[in-house]
C-alpha cells in the first residue's frame, strides 16, 4: 500500500494516503461483488469512477 501511495504522491493526487486505501478497498470488494453477482449495477459506478482517475491521471 506504501508504494501505491507514493505514487499518487508523485502524480499530486490530493489526499493520496485516503485515495490509496478508498481505491484498493472499492476494487477488491466491488470486484468480488461483481464476480459474485450481488449490487453489479451499484459497484459498477465506483468502479468505473475509480478507472477514469487512473486513465486520465497522467494525462492531466
Do not use: N
Not at 30 to 46: D, E, K, Q, Y
Request: net charge positive.
Amino acid at each position: 500500500m506504501a508504494g501505491f501511495e507514493k505514487f499518487l504522491t508523485r502524480l499530486m493526487v490530493r489526499f493520496p494516503h485516503l485515495t490509496a486505501w478508498l481505491s484498493s478497498l472499492i476494487e477488491v470488494f466491488g470486484g468480488l461483488a461483481i464476480l459474485s453477482g450481488l449490487f453489479v449495477s451499484i459497484m459498477a459506478i465506483p468502479l468505473i469512477y475509480t478507472m477514469l482517475v487512473t486513465m486520465l491521471s497522467p494525462i492531466l
